[in-house]
């Protein structure tokens, strides 16, 4: 993503224009959200701290990976966790937060400039987004009290489910 | 309480922002193959025929009629039991008398709401899957090459929602007497599109 404004607003761009890397972290905002304040704090700061860790691990050691299929099932998996209120405990709601920030962000760093400083500034930009994401998501989530308030926010994870189905089926795609 | 209607309003204000920066995805976002068409035709496709728009209405009117908890339950379980066809088609699976399905599908779930049908919630949904499988699987295959993945996908399950969104809403006619009887009307008229369209897949015109 080239903003044209410098490499921090191009990572803390990256994270909007790249459904990829949003859908997962939507589901897990809204997951923690749904489970209580406690665990949206944990996930506002686990995911972000844990993507700038991959991002740094991707930047120092990878070349160039991309696992379509496994971000699909994490994706599928978050989406589930959500639809269904999975009533996890916090260290399994943070565990999903340091797992995704670990994957997406080794995968975003491997694809990150190494030349030069902006490939951390770029890093940096997307682990702001996603605080505030996390932050708007699940904030809003976990103010929810009425039942069928709740219920919607369950749908959105069937709805994530449903898209990270189509993405694993184009994933797996047989031309013709 | 002023306080926390403020707070609340700020959350709303915040969220209207942060949805109108994503809007841009369906114009801006990376330019890979295809990918600005994406979102749009994937929003398309659902609403591109009318077998699959009547029974999706379908669906919501005959949830609504149900009530709790088969409102919210019908239209989860279509959107996920549909894409799980639509990945079966894209992996080239094949799958023998979709159109006829299809066809039928709209037959049945209008004939559901028009006699206001009141199965257990789980041959409810069963009989909604199976349904969801032959549209999704119709979807997968048709899909046009080089649009993006993840735009088509967010756009075509996102149409689907709202077309069971619009069914519960005209479905919620329900709680009234006058409604009821509309509502049973409304059914009918799906259980008729949907014989015209059996019709159609029988004598193997294209739908």
């Not at chain 1, 400039?113 to 996390?134: D, M």
């Not at chain 2, 009629?65 to 549909?82: E, K, N, R, S």
């Not at chain 2, 206001?116 to 119709?138: D, M, S, T, Y």
Request: charged share 10%.
């Amino acid at each position: 993503m080239n903003t044209g404004f410098g490499p921090f607003y191009d990572g803390l761009t990256h994270l909007f224009v790249t459904p990829e890397d949003l859908l997962p972290v939507i589901a897990l905002a809204l997951l923690a959200g749904l489970r209580g304040p406690r665990f949206g704090r944990a996930v506002l700061f686990a995911l972000p701290v844990a993507w700038l860790a991959g991002s740094a691990v991707g930047l120092l050691l990878a070349p160039q990976v991309t696992l379509p299929v496994a971000e699909t099932i994490v994706t599928i998996a978050l989406g589930a966790l959500l639809a269904v209120d999975c009533p996890l405990p916090i260290a399994a709601v943070g565990g999903l937060a340091i797992l995704l920030g670990l994957l997406h962000g080794s995968l975003n760093g491997s694809e990150l400039p190494k030349t030069n400083a902006s490939g951390q500034i770029s890093a940096t930009g997307v682990a702001v987004a996603l605080f505030v994401v996390v932050s708007l998501l699940a904030g809003q989530a976990a103010s929810v009290r009425v039942p069928r308030a709740r219920v919607a926010v369950r749908v959105a994870g069937s709805w994530i489910v449903a898209i990270g189905l189509l993405m694993l089926g184009w994933a797996m795609r047989v031309p013709g | 309480m002023r306080q926390f209607l403020q707070n609340a309003g700020a959350a709303r204000r915040s969220l209207v922002m942060l949805f109108l920066f994503l809007y841009p995805l369906t114009a801006f976002a990376h330019q890979r193959g295809g990918e600005a068409i994406g979102f749009a035709s994937g929003f398309e496709h659902p609403i591109s025929g009318l077998d699959h728009i009547l029974a999706m209405v379908a669906v919501g009117m005959w949830g609504a009629q149900l009530g709790a908890p088969a409102i919210w339950a019908l239209p989860v379980v279509f959107p996920m039991v549909m894409a799980l066809g639509g990945m079966m088609g894209l992996m080239g699976i094949k799958l023998p008398g979709i159109e006829l399905c299809i066809a039928l599908s709209a037959v049945a779930l209008g004939f559901a709401v028009f006699r206001e049908a009141r199965p257990k919630l789980w041959i409810a949904a069963i009989i909604v899957g199976v349904f969801a499988i032959a549209h999704g699987h119709a979807h997968g295959t048709e899909l046009p090459l080089g649009a993006s993945g993840v735009l088509y996908s967010i756009g075509f399950v996102i149409a689907t929602g709202l077309l069971h969104a619009l069914g519960i809403g005209i479905g919620l006619a329900h709680r009234w007497p006058t409604g009821r009887i509309a509502l049973r009307f409304a059914g009918a008229i799906v259980a008729m599109g949907g014989v015209f369209f059996l019709w159609k897949a029988i004598s193997g015109e294209p739908v």
